[in-house]
């Protein structure tokens, strides 16, 4: 495989192409899913929900933090996560224009 020349590409299109890898992972739209649902931080209760191992989980929780999708903040002992408002927003905004792009022909292939 060869390497990905990411400058030939826009910086919006390497944006959108970083959050798309970051929730390409059943366990990680699990985990998003559990914050959107609780509507605040998540500190420990995702290991219950999701029935996975603590290391996993925060291996997953990482990539979504560097995909700049979630934020945490330390509590104590622990970290909490929730949704990364503007970043939430840019991704939503980024896949609106990416799907209307699309116009349905009236003939195709």
């Not at 059943?26 to 899913?33: C, K, T």
């Not at 997953?60 to 990364?84: D, F, P, R, W």
């Amino acid at each position: 495989m060869g390497i990905t020349k990411t400058e030939i590409f826009t910086e919006e299109q390497n944006r959108l192409a970083v959050m798309l890898k970051a929730i390409a992972h059943p366990a990680r739209i699990a985990i998003l899913e559990q914050i959107i649902k609780a509507n605040a931080c998540i500190c420990g209760d995702l290991v219950e929900e999701l029935g996975l191992a603590q290391a996993t989980i925060s291996q997953h929780l990482k990539e979504l933090k560097n995909a700049g999708l979630i934020q945490g903040t330390i509590e104590g002992v622990s970290v909490c996560y929730c949704i990364e408002p503007k970043a939430w927003a840019l991704l939503q905004n980024q896949l609106n224009g990416f799907f209307n792009l699309y116009e349905m022909p009236k003939s195709c292939c």
